[in-house]
């Protein structure tokens, strides 16, 4: 039971770079959410879906992509990296809405330079 | 104001006491609250999930929930060094969008060492 699973775990990026980053569930959750998480700024949350076929924007969505490609598959991307966007991604996913509790997956720690 | 209000610590208690760790939020709609314990370098874990007003008991862990009062906290009994840690709390709140009107809203976190 592999719950969610992010790649890749580390990298790093120069400033202007582009990436994306992958994210899989497979406890067939409705929603899935993408946070970035720095020294005490706790969880902002960038984009999350509701369900397959939408996206929405969360609270930090600038200098970000998503893309729901299918129920278990949510991936985040940075058409055009700056030192401001390092940071700990995290991806998580819900059965539904903020009724039920997040799961998270590992993280991926980006370093921009 | 912020939407969920934790204090940022760092909280140290000595092992075999109780840790109390507190919370409050801003949306008086909320209607459910989680608390994740979050080790150094590794992601959020869910750990605790209150929907009623009042105490729920997990083990060592206590959740308390009080909606009037717009406060959620977190009791440890008989702390260990292994429960060292930053501890998350989150709140549902609702928003206005396209799709999906909830969503959680974390706490930036209360760091918790635990002294042998």
């Known amino acids: 039971n592999a719950g969610v699973t992010q790649t890749p775990k580390f990298q790093v990026l120069k400033t202007g770079q582009s990436m994306t980053l992958q994210c899989a569930q497979d406890m067939n959750h409705n929603s899935m959410y993408w946070y970035r998480q720095d020294p005490g700024m706790g969880l902002r949350l960038i984009y999350y879906s509701a369900s397959e076929g939408t996206t929405d924007k969360g609270e930090v969505p600038n200098g970000y992509n998503v893309s729901r490609l299918n129920k278990r598959e949510f991936s985040l991307r940075l058409e055009s990296a700056a030192p401001s966007q390092t940071s700990v991604y995290f991806c998580a996913s819900s059965a539904g809405g903020g009724n039920y509790g997040y799961t998270f997956g590992s993280g991926t720690r980006l370093t921009v330079v | 104001q912020k939407e969920v209000e934790q204090n940022s610590g760092p909280l140290s208690v000595p092992e075999g006491a109780i840790a109390s760790l507190n919370c409050t939020y801003s949306?008086?709609?909320?209607?459910?609250f989680f608390w994740y314990r979050q080790y150094s370098g590794k992601s959020p874990e869910l750990i605790m999930s209150?929907?009623?007003?009042g105490d729920k008991e997990d083990g060592r862990f206590t959740a308390q929930l009080n909606k009037a009062s717009q406060y959620v906290s977190l009791l440890i009994r008989d702390s260990q060094p292994s429960d060292s840690a930053t501890y998350l709390c989150?709140?549902?709140?609702?928003?206005?969008?396209?799709?999906?009107?909830?969503?959680?809203?974390f706490g930036t976190g209360t760091r918790l060492t635990i002294i042998p």
């Open positions: 949306d008086r709609g909320s209607q459910s």
């Open positions: 989150a709140v549902n709140v609702y928003v206005l969008s396209n799709f999906g009107n909830e969503k959680l809203t």
């Open positions: 209150i929907y009623s007003n």
